[in-house]
């Protein structure tokens, strides 16, 4: 059972990338994070929307290691950065916690989001000892939501109208979806 002590705040190498917190990021990682996280291609699906300036992300980043609720890593290979994952929300008691996760948009490699939603399942069921992991995801991201259907989570609920897209301005829904320890395991 996961502790709530545990020490998520460390370097890890899972599913061929090593997972650097990004309380452990130097200068010139958070940058490229920012980089990634403002990319048109990522923030155009972010909920909270994408405009953030480099003063706010790198204040971010100087509370991480603060944060035992939200935990954030790079990703990395040997070619360089894969993307973000992140417990968030963790919840020590129900042992749940939720997804987060963008690929780097500068590499084309094939491939990249099932590499990290690989390393992310096996950070909560095989590291932080997690029974379920939730996301949510805007409904129109019809290729994130198939991705997360081949790793193996599952429909679980849909939050109405809950994202605003001030480039159409239209509402969108967040599909709500979930993947249990046992499913990780059979998969």
């Known amino acids: 059972m996961a502790q709530p002590e545990m020490n998520l705040q460390r370097h890890l190498t899972l599913s061929g990338a090593t997972l650097t917190p990004f309380a452990m990021l130097d200068e010139q990682q958070k940058i490229a994070v920012w980089q990634m996280r403002t990319h048109p291609d990522i923030a155009h699906w972010m909920n909270s929307g994408g405009d953030i300036s480099l003063e706010s992300h ?85 290729r994130a939501i198939k991705a997360y259907l081949r790793s ?25 979806m979930g993947i249990t320890e046992q499913e990780w395991n059979n998969s």
């Open 58 to 142: 790198l204040a971010f980043m100087a509370r991480q290691h603060q944060d035992t609720r939200n935990i954030n890593y790079l990703c990395q290979d040997n070619a360089g950065p894969l993307g973000v994952i992140s417990l968030h929300r963790l919840d020590w008691h129900n042992r749940l916690a939720w997804l987060g996760i963008y690929r780097n948009p500068f590499r084309l490699d094939k491939g990249l989001g099932a590499r990290l939603l690989s390393a992310v399942n096996q950070l909560a069921f095989d590291i932080a000892r997690l029974h379920t992991l939730k996301l949510e995801v805007a409904a129109d991201n019809e």
């Open 152 to 176: 193996g989570f599952r429909h679980e609920g849909v939050w109405r109208e809950a994202v605003y897209r001030p480039q159409t301005s239209n509402y969108v829904d967040l599909v709500l």
